[in-house]
């Protein structure tokens, strides 16, 4: 059955800086806690870098005909926090704004709203190197770069958001390790969720005062969280990985408090003002969503939780997460109802699968369709039904460097072939392209 989205839904394409830029070293371009982290041995599939990713750096007029070439409204990116100030404070690197310049304006150019998020996890290493999210005042470091990019681009963009999944850090970069810095203190994860919690605060502060009229709002990701197997012991880790996962990055920017069984151990880093600060009114919630999330008790972890595979007998994508597309409306009912029914976007969702160039370099991703059809069809169930959700950013354009597992796994719309730096639109690019040219999704064959 065809499911209709309502008129001025807005369809768009996320990606980051470090992901798909490359240029690492040019222009001044700093380094970052991620140039790091790929170069310590054993962090990242292959060995792989982010030196020349996509090169979207240079290859972005090619990138923005794909986007207009799908017939995005919006195109969500992230500036790099180095390429802006390379020292992470101090001197602006001119070169590192006429670039975003360049960006924004061939976007608008071609009717693709511009989307900033501040921060993609990509710290500049000097920042690192003073303390990082650890120190109370990298929060302020953060909003004064937050304020030279509203300052510079605020005239062209209208949606600000200061950093992409700030529950991901705490729990991937502090707790399992696994993302840069890839530290494992408790304290210093405590006060890390403060600071960043403050840097949020103080950065919308700052987007207003330097770009007034622009909307700003939160990303964060979420989805459901299950025990991995259905026991005393897993049941037991619950309210601890729903806090740290899922409550204790979103509860003091939307209802102005932090949640148990955390925020006891916050409470000793807190100063006066401070909740004042991180509670700023928000015009948007951005969700990400992929997956329901699935822990377990550990003893390799600071918090003694891990995230597993999902239990056995569903259907999964390349990188072992749970196709379901109901989780997408659980989530953004859990959203609506818990945080006042804001406006809600789906700032990413998309899938991984092991996509193949063939012989006549065509890619054919039919998963990949599957999985967008079953989950705007949700999607647009949910909106039937109420839900305020105003628009979808398909994560992403074209495959990029995938953190952990290098280049070897594949979101986008669009194959890159990482040789020749080629851009291949897949299948799933031309079937999504009817479906924004609809404003609707029409299920693939053999689908109800
Ligand atoms: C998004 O994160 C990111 O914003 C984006 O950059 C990324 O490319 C995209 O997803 C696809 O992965 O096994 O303990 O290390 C999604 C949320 C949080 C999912 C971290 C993977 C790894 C947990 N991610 N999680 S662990």
Same mark, same amino acid.
């Given at each position: 059955?065809?499911?209709?989205?309502? #008129?001025?839904?807005? *369809?768009?394409?996320?990606?980051? /800086?470090?992901?798909?830029?490359?240029? =690492? $070293? %040019?222009? @001044? !371009?700093?380094?970052?806690?991620?140039?790091?982290?790929?170069?310590?041995?054993?962090?990242?599939?292959?060995?792989?870098?982010?030196?020349?990713?996509?090169?979207?750096?240079?290859?972005?007029?090619?990138?923005?005909?794909?986007?207009?070439?799908?017939?995005?409204?919006?195109?969500?990116?992230?500036?790099?926090?180095?390429?802006?100030?390379?020292?992470?404070?101090?001197?602006?690197?001119?070169?590192?704004?006429?670039?975003?310049?360049?960006?924004?304006?061939?976007?608008?150019?071609?009717?693709?709203?511009?989307?900033?998020?501040?921060?993609?996890?990509?710290?500049?290493?000097?920042?690192? #190197?003073?303390?990082? *999210?650890?120190?109370?005042?990298? /929060?302020?470091?953060?909003?004064?770069? =937050? $304020? %030279?990019? @509203? !300052?510079?681009?605020?005239?062209?963009?209208?949606?600000?958001?200061?950093?992409?999944?700030?529950?991901?850090?705490?729990?991937?970069?502090?707790?399992?390790?696994?993302?840069?810095?890839?530290?494992?203190?408790?304290?210093?994860?405590?006060?890390?969720?403060?600071?960043?919690?403050?840097?949020?605060?103080?950065?919308?502060?700052?987007?207003?005062?330097?770009?007034?009229?622009?909307?700003?709002?939160?990303?964060?990701?979420?989805?459901?969280?299950?025990?991995?197997?259905?026991?005393?012991?897993?049941?037991?880790?619950?309210?601890?990985?729903?806090?740290?996962?899922?409550?204790?990055?979103?509860?003091?920017?939307?209802?102005?408090?932090?949640?148990?069984?955390?925020?006891?151990?916050?409470?000793?880093? %807190?100063?006066?003002?401070?909740?004042?600060?991180?509670?700023?009114?928000?015009?948007?919630?951005?969700?990400?969503?992929?997956?329901?999330?699935?822990?377990?008790?550990?003893?390799?972890?600071?918090?003694?939780?891990?995230?597993?595979?999902?239990?056995?007998?569903?259907?999964?994508?390349?990188?072992?997460?749970?196709?379901?597309?109901?989780?997408?409306?659980?989530?953004?009912?859990?959203?609506?109802?818990?945080?006042?029914?804001?406006?809600?976007?789906?700032?990413?969702?998309?899938?991984?699968?092991?996509?193949?160039?063939?012989?006549?370099?065509?890619?054919?991703?039919?998963?990949?369709?599957?999985?967008?059809?079953?989950?705007?069809?949700?999607?647009?169930?949910?909106?039937?039904?109420?839900?305020?959700?105003?628009?979808?950013?398909?994560?992403?354009?074209?495959?990029?460097?995938?953190?952990?597992?290098?280049?070897?796994?594949?979101?986008?719309?669009?194959?890159?072939?990482?040789?020749?730096?080629?851009?291949?639109?897949?299948?799933?690019?031309?079937?999504?392209?009817?479906?924004?040219?609809?404003?609707?999704?029409?299920?693939?064959?053999?689908?109800?």
């Amino acid at each position: 059955m065809t499911r209709q989205f309502p #008129a001025g839904f807005l *369809w768009g394409a996320a990606a980051s /800086a470090f992901q798909t830029e490359g240029a =690492a $070293a %040019i222009d @001044g !371009r700093g380094p970052t806690v991620w140039d790091d982290f790929t170069r310590a041995p054993g962090k990242i599939r292959n060995g792989d870098t982010a030196d020349v990713a996509c090169d979207f750096y240079h290859r972005y007029p090619e990138d923005i005909a794909l986007m207009k070439g799908l017939g995005l409204g919006a195109f969500r990116l992230s500036t790099a926090w180095s390429r802006i100030l390379p020292s992470g404070r101090g001197t602006v690197n001119p070169l590192g704004l006429d670039f975003y310049d360049r960006v924004i304006d061939l976007m608008l150019h071609e009717g693709i709203e511009p989307w900033i998020c501040l921060h993609h996890w990509d710290m500049p290493s000097p920042i690192e #190197a003073d303390g990082g *999210w650890r120190n109370r005042d990298c /929060a302020r470091w953060f909003a004064d770069y =937050a $304020a %030279i990019v @509203g !300052r510079h681009f605020g005239d062209r963009v209208k949606r600000f958001v200061p950093i992409n999944e700030p529950n991901v850090i705490p729990w991937v970069a502090y707790n399992v390790g696994r993302h840069a810095p890839g530290r494992q203190s408790r304290e210093d994860t405590v006060k890390a969720i403060h600071h960043i919690n403050l840097a949020h605060g103080l950065t919308i502060q700052a987007v207003r005062a330097e770009a007034p009229g622009a909307e700003a709002g939160n990303i964060v990701s979420l989805g459901p969280v299950h025990p991995a197997v259905d026991d005393e012991a897993h049941r037991a880790v619950l309210p601890l990985a729903e806090c740290i996962w899922r409550r204790v990055m979103v509860d003091p920017l939307w209802l102005g408090t932090y949640p148990e069984p955390l925020a006891t151990e916050i409470e000793p880093h %807190i100063a006066e003002g401070d909740m004042a600060v991180i509670r700023q009114p928000l015009d948007f919630f951005g969700l990400n969503h992929y997956n329901r999330v699935y822990v377990a008790p550990t003893d390799t972890t600071m918090w003694g939780l891990i995230e597993r595979v999902p239990p056995p007998g569903y259907p999964l994508t390349d990188v072992n997460w749970r196709i379901d597309p109901s989780a997408l409306v659980e989530q953004i009912e859990d959203v609506g109802s818990r945080y006042g029914h804001p406006p809600i976007y789906i700032t990413e969702g998309g899938c991984a699968f092991p996509d193949a160039l063939r012989p006549d370099r065509s890619v054919h991703d039919p998963d990949r369709i599957a999985y967008f059809a079953d989950y705007f069809t949700a999607l647009a169930g949910a909106i039937e039904n109420g839900a305020d959700v105003r628009g979808y950013f398909a994560w992403s354009l074209m495959d990029n460097f995938e953190w952990n597992s290098g280049f070897t796994k594949r979101f986008g719309l669009v194959y890159t072939d990482y040789p020749t730096l080629q851009r291949i639109p897949k299948s799933s690019y031309y079937w999504m392209r009817g479906v924004i040219a609809k404003n609707a999704v029409i299920p693939p064959e053999g689908r109800p």
